[in-house]
């Protein structure tokens, strides 16, 4: 048997076993999604939104990308933003990097694959931004920092979508919140970048910031 063969021997298996245990769950899965949370996170295979968050397929909608980045350029991300906030009226988005994480290092170290490269180039810029900070001692390694430096500067991205924005001046009801994942023990760490409106923005982002460099000095 291959290995694509195995794929779909292991699906078989697995509806076999979910239907027998929820006979209701695909029933109720083909109806319209419901969402409270968007996740954006990183592409790696060890960070699977439902599982960490322990939720069903259905209650979490996903955007992934390396690095977990976002940025105004990306079409790709702000239509998904978009749809969750306008369509599914989700109340909360989660941005979630991870320690370990490949493009941080490569990104930190300036290694060179092609193409990627210039995605990585906007982490790169993260780090220049704050090099001087990055000079002074810390308890953990400059690429967990990074990784860290980076979901706080991504949340803040989110915060400037112009679909974030209109949701806020609506008064509508949407948080979001930057967090880190450890493939170490498996256990999702709050980074004290939770926004819920457009006056936090600047105050929590700037909280968020003195926080992981001060635990770190």
């Known amino acids: 048997m291959s290995n694509i063969e195995i794929l779909f021997e292991n699906n078989r ?9 929820r006979p209701q769950f695909f029933s109720e899965l083909a109806k319209l ?11 790696d295979s060890r960070v699977p939104a439902n599982q960490i968050l322990g939720l069903l397929p259905g209650e979490v909608f996903v955007h992934r990308n ?5 940025v105004h350029s990306d079409l790709n991300c702000l239509s998904v933003i978009q749809y969750a906030v306008e369509v599914l009226k989700i109340k909360h988005i989660i941005v979630c990097g991870h320690y370990d994480c490949g493009g ?34 810390h308890n953990k390694s400059p690429t967990d920092l990074l990784c860290e430096l980076n ?9 400037q979508t112009t679909s974030v924005q209109d949701t806020w001046i609506k008064q509508a009801n949407l948080e979001v919140h930057g967090w ?12 004290n970048m939770n926004i819920k409106n457009l006056e936090e923005i600047e105050t929590t982002y700037q909280r968020a910031l003195e926080s992981i460099f001060k635990a770190k000095s």
């Open 104 to 137: 941080i290092s490569c990104a930190y170290h300036n290694q060179r694959f092609g193409l990627i490269d210039n995605w990585l180039r906007h982490i790169q810029d993260i780090y220049k931004k704050h090099l001087t900070r990055f000079q002074l001692p």
């Open 151 to 159: 979901v706080i500067e991504q949340v803040y991205n989110v915060c």
């Open 33 to 43: 999604q419901s969402p409270e949370y968007l996740w954006i996170g990183c592409s």
């Open 180 to 191: 880190i994942y450890s493939l170490q023990d498996g256990l999702l760490q709050d980074l």
């Open 66 to 70: 390396i690095a977990n980045v976002v």
């Open 13 to 21: 298996r697995w509806a076999k076993q979910t239907a027998e245990q």
